[in-house]
């Protein structure tokens, strides 16, 4: 009895950790369903009150895993024409990531391990995840679902967004640092810490370019007629709560148009339409509330004014860099900032890639921003303003830096003094 009592119930400390391979496998189908569940609750509420009695659950559930597919940024199919749909609501892409995101970090307790024991559970998660993105392929299959799935693209698309979201989760919850790589440069060029200095100028440069694009779309959601079209296609209240929810699907996909449009390349829409500051083309577009605030056939005028969005965003960024180059020469100083503008390069071949597509066959299979010229635009914008504002801000630094900083230490101890002799 005393042996009994003395021994630990659970024995040694990694059986806390050890699961079955089943556990883990209904880990991934659940982080699946939840994430299935932030589309199916909206689309079965719709389908709640909607007046028409023609469409069954199942129906509704194909519709659910539909927009859960292209919500991955899966190529789609629409009616009976097999019209394409490519453009993935956004919104709901960033949901997708942030629970994958969290699944990963998760597992990181559980990828301690040496060998395939570190990888086993991450890895039956994984597979638990598509095993659902399985289901929802077969269920979009069936030629009466309003959304026709393309099997092999769709499960590729969601296993691509599934590994790089539980990759990202489970990194960061090994406590590995997101750094960028070093550029084989001689010291001469890039100085220490030059790689933390691109990461925090890259990300001012997107945050202050998506708020600057942000700034855009509401300017246009104000000059605009979108809630007079909404009123004039909604007939009902089903009807107008499911352009709102569209909508507000689309809303990070606007933002990204409207940083396009405030770059200077704007946007496509349609096949010979184009959307951008320095002059307007339309063609017949579908009656959508966002796609009325595009501007009318034009030529330059005052929607130039966009560009001061990536003028802002830029100089933000050239604040950044200088402030980190007050201990570098002016040529580290050049070489960070075009590391900075080379940077941009690939989130925004991604955002350009992401947020554009086809809403059908024909004229409408261009919509959104051209990639290169999306990332190619950012890098002028950096090279242009942000590199020659570092090297000032940082001369701006070095030669009045060293008389102000002491004068205003010593009138802050100053009032510090009289405060304390005051209390």
Known sequence: ?????????????????????????????????????????????????????????????????????????????????????????????AVTAVLLSRAGHRQARRARGR????????????????????????????????????AVADLAAVALLAAAGLGHGLWSGLGRPWALPRLPLPPAYWPDGAGAAVGRALAGWLLALTAGGGAVFAVAVLLGSAGQDAQRLGGGAADWLGLLLACLLLVPNGLIWGASYALGVGFAVGTGGHAGPLGTRLGPVPDFPLLTLLPADRGPDWHLLACAAPLAAATATALLLGRAATRWTPAQTAAVAAATALAATG??????????????????????????????????????????????????????????????RARVGAYRLVCRLAA
């Open 115 to 150: 060998g395939w024991v570190r990888w086993r559970s991450p890895l039956t998660v994984y597979a638990g995840y598509l095993l659902v993105a399985a289901l929802a392929v077969a269920q979009c299959a069936d030629p009466r679902a309003l959304l026709h799935s393309r």
């Open 347 to 408: 989130p925004g071949l991604l955002a350009g890639y992401a947020a554009g597509g086809a809403l059908g066959p024909g004229r409408m299979s261009e919509l959104g921003p051209v990639p290169w010229q999306f990332a190619l635009a950012q890098s002028a914008w950096l090279l242009a303003v942000a590199l020659p504002g570092a090297l000032l801000h940082r001369w701006w630094l070095g030669r009045h830096g060293d008389g102000v900083g002491p004068v205003i």
């Open 1 to 93: 009895m005393t042996q009994l009592m003395g021994r630990p119930i659970l024995g040694l400390p990694s059986d806390l950790d050890s699961r079955s391979t089943l556990t883990d496998l209904l880990t991934g189908v659940r982080t699946a369903l939840l994430t299935l569940s932030v589309v199916a609750a909206p689309v079965f509420g719709l389908w709640v009150l909607a007046p028409y009695g023609d469409d069954t659950a199942q129906d509704a559930a194909r519709a659910v895993f539909g927009l859960w597919l292209l919500g991955h940024g899966a190529p789609l199919a629409r009616g009976p024409q097999d019209a394409p749909l490519t453009v993935a609501p956004l919104l709901l892409t």
